[in-house]
């Protein structure tokens, strides 16, 4: 079975090898280099900030990040030499709206991963010291993690690239799917060039919405800015990962420090701005004051694929026999990553299903087509 994946970012990439690996011929294409967008600027938190704010559907493709990364990393290291780095820190909650949900969450729901308790100010000292001192209080979710999301993106692309039975085409905007009936049987891309498969997928992330008008469907997912800034620190400076009034901060293992985020109707643009910095770096501070004596190396921002609920968009795409949907999955795409590619696969090749797949069905779209 060959499979054209429109898309390089991690929906894609992991779509590309979960198929892959059960011995399909996949191509990937991309309007831009693999492995940038929202995957790339994303902060790798395994988990949905705030679960208890979400739906089911969202927490339960999420459980399966961590256990996945961990089992691709394995195969995928000795052949890249690339680490994901899962770093196991763990996450301070400071907002005490929250602090009796997020209790009630994790004692309802039993997952390992959501295992929480609550600190009083001598023990949120022996967990981190650095914390400021207006914070007396947090629930700690002491076996959360966080994956260092460019890694993974390199990681998959190396090992993709090697592998006999993968094609890329990067810079190679797939403007049109040349159709006949339900049946997509060529797509082309902006250079005029066709090229056909069995099956198609779509994994174009916040640029989904592209295919409205060809697909006569309103697909409601659209780009949703987020700004970051990156602090850098001695190794293991920071030992766990802080959020306060959805703001965050995340160590990776060298010391450097994430911290974001914002959110911003802005179209597809990736600018920051001072303002914005600003409020992220204030936000930082008031959690973590010292971080005041070590340089902000990077800043940036990326673009999420919002959608209703957050609920990705993972099946075949209505009235269509051979086109697929792996996109949509707004702030969570690295922690529903993996799980989103393996429940496309699972469908597309009629598998067992590792979740009911009913929430997450194209055929939600049903109802937008347009008139």
Not at 23 to 33: L, N, P
Not at 133 to 138: G, L, S, T, Y
Not at 193 to 203: E, G, M
Not at 254 to 266: E, L, N, Q, T
Request: aromatic share 10%.
């Amino acid at each position: 079975m060959h499979i054209a994946i429109i898309g390089a970012g991690i929906s894609g990439l992991m779509s590309a090898l979960e198929l892959v690996e059960q011995g399909c011929k996949v191509s990937i294409f991309d309007q831009q280099q693999a492995g940038q967008a929202a995957s790339w600027a994303g902060g790798g938190i395994l988990s949905p900030m705030y679960p208890w704010r979400y739906v089911h559907a969202v927490n339960q493709l999420a459980q399966f990040g961590k256990a996945s990364y961990q089992a691709w990393n394995q195969k995928l290291y000795p052949v890249t030499g690339i680490d994901f780095e899962i770093h196991d820190t763990g996450m301070l909650i400071f907002d005490e709206e929250d602090f009796d949900v997020g209790l009630s969450y994790a004692e309802q729901h039993q997952e390992p991963m959501q295992r929480c308790e609550y600190l009083q100010r001598d023990a949120l000292e022996q967990v981190n010291p650095h914390i400021s001192d207006q914070f007396q209080e947090a629930i700690y979710f002491p076996e959360l993690s966080n994956i260092r999301n460019p890694r993974v993106l390199q990681s998959l692309i190396s090992y993709l690239k090697q592998h006999p039975n993968v094609e890329f085409f990067e810079h190679a905007a797939v403007k049109k799917l040349i159709q006949q009936g339900d049946v997509i049987q060529v797509l082309q891309t902006e250079d005029g060039r066709k090229y056909t498969a069995d099956h198609f997928v779509i994994t174009s992330g916040a640029w989904s919405h592209y295919w409205n008008s060809q697909l006569q469907l309103d697909i409601p997912v659209e780009p949703v800015q987020g700004q970051m800034l990156l602090f850098k620190t001695p190794a293991h400076w920071l030992p766990t990962m802080c959020m306060n009034r959805v703001m965050y901060l995340i160590p990776r293992m060298d010391g450097h420090i994430v911290c974001g985020s914002s959110m911003a109707h802005r179209g597809f643009d990736t600018s920051t701005d001072e303002t914005t910095q600003h409020n992220i770096l204030e936000a930082c501070l008031e959690m973590v004051p010292e971080l005041a004596d070590f340089p902000i190396v990077q800043r940036w921002a990326g673009l999420r694929p919002s959608s209703p609920n957050g609920v990705p968009y993972i099946g075949k795409m209505p009235e269509m026999d051979n086109l697929w949907a792996n996109f949509g999955h707004f702030r969570n795409g690295l922690c529903m990553g993996a799980g989103s590619a393996q429940l496309l696969r699972q469908l597309m090749l009629g598998q067992p299903t590792l979740v009911d797949a009913k929430a997450y069905s194209p055929e939600r779209l049903q109802n937008k087509i347009l008139a």
